[in-house]
């Protein structure tokens, strides 16, 4: 078998987690709701800003980091936005986990 079939089977496999299908459903079911959509879509803005500052060698105004937890403590009295940000956790460290796992096996020829 060759790599990028391998790499295939792969991406056929996380498409078959229930991690993916759980974050695809509640994907789905949050963009029918344009409201929802959107307080979600500000929340990641907002954090990704934050992030913006953190890599760029910044601290963090503590007033970004409060308007992101106060937006995120309304967000998940929604269920549907906790469900949303549960699922993303769940599939995301799925996603790091596969990507640890390549990264060890290949260590020697990377760092």
Known sequence: MNIYDTANKLA????QS???KEYKKI???I???PELKEKINQFEMARQEMQKLMIKGGQPV???AKEIQDIYAKLIQNE???QYFDSEIKFSVMIADVNKIISEAIKDVIM
């Not at 056929?12 to 498409?15: F, R």
């Open 31 to 33: 963009n029918q709701n």
């Open 62 to 64: 503590e007033e970004k």
């Open 27 to 29: 994907k789905e079911e």
């Open 80 to 82: 549907k936005a906790k």
């Open 18 to 20: 229930e991690e993916y």
């Open 12 to 15: 056929t496999e996380i498409k």
